[in-house]
T-cell receptor, first 113, second 111 residues
Framework: DAGVTQSPTHLIKTRGQQVTLRCSPK?????VSWYQQALGQGPQFIFQYYEEEERQRGNFPDRFSGHQFPNYSSELNVNALLLGDSALYLC????????????FGEGSRLTVL | DAKTTQPTSMDCAEGRAANLPCNHS???????VYWYRQIHSQGPQYIIH???NNETNEMASLIITEDRKSSTLILPHATLRDTAVYYCIVRVDGGYNKLIFGAGTRLAVHP
């Protein structure tokens, strides 16, 4: 049973560019959350998708957007990249049943030059 | 903002118990205490969670004080592979609720 998978694992972009990160949730999970983790800090919640809609959002600008597909996979898009967007981007999935454990992927490490 | 406070770092000898404290003095009655850990450059891994009773699983034990204002995660026999950042999080149960991470405790297990 595959866990949460993310792609790409590493990527380098330059300021002003756009990036798309992808996430496939754990089998049986229908909800996907995205987190940003800067070096030396804990993960920060970006947003969560359920039933193809954004349900919750953290304190991130509109440059950060997402999408969820009918198969529950998800994308995170970041436009007009800034140097400060360099971070590890984590995807977490869960099912909406009583067991609220989140399963995290290994992350996509984005470097903005 | 995170609703928990943890020591920045701790050390533990291999084979000994590691006791990681967490303060959550403003915890609400319907909030659970969750523990995750993150080994270098990997995604966070769920360890254990509880409401008010002590909990134990194959990885660890969670001791919650009677007033629920603090808790301790216990790794009974720490190994080198337990070296990681440990996060204590409080949140309302229900799978759709977000996790708010603090800075965590960096645990170093040494031979």
């Amino acid at each position: 049973d595959a866990g949460v998978t993310q792609s790409p694992t590493h990527l380098i972009k330059t300021r002003g560019q756009q990036v798309t990160l992808r996430c496939s949730p754990k089998s049986g999970h229908d909800t996907v959350s995205w987190y940003q983790q800067a070096l030396g800090q804990g993960p920060q919640f970006i947003f969560q998708y359920y039933e193809e809609e954004e349900r919750q959002r953290g304190n991130f600008p509109d440059r950060f957007s997402g999408h969820q597909f009918p198969n529950y996979s998800s994308e995170l898009n970041v436009n007009a990249l800034l140097l400060g967007d360099s971070a590890l981007y984590l995807c977490a999935s869960l099912n909406r049943g009583p067991d609220g454990e989140l399963f995290f992927g290994e992350g996509s490490r984005l470097t903005v030059l | 903002d995170a609703k928990t406070t943890q020591p920045t770092s701790m050390d533990c000898a291999e084979g000994r118990a590691a006791n990681l404290p967490c303060n959550h003095s403003t915890i609400s009655g319907n909030e659970y205490v969750y523990w995750y850990r993150q080994i270098h450059s990997q995604g966070p891994q769920y360890i254990i969670h509880g409401l008010k009773n002590n909990e134990t699983n194959e990885m660890a034990s969670l001791i919650i004080t009677e007033d629920r204002k603090s808790s301790t995660l216990i790794l009974p026999h720490a190994t080198l592979r337990d070296t990681a950042v440990y996060y204590c999080i409080v949140r309302v149960d229900g799978g759709y609720n977000k996790l708010i991470f603090g800075a965590g405790t960096r645990l170093a297990v040494h031979p």
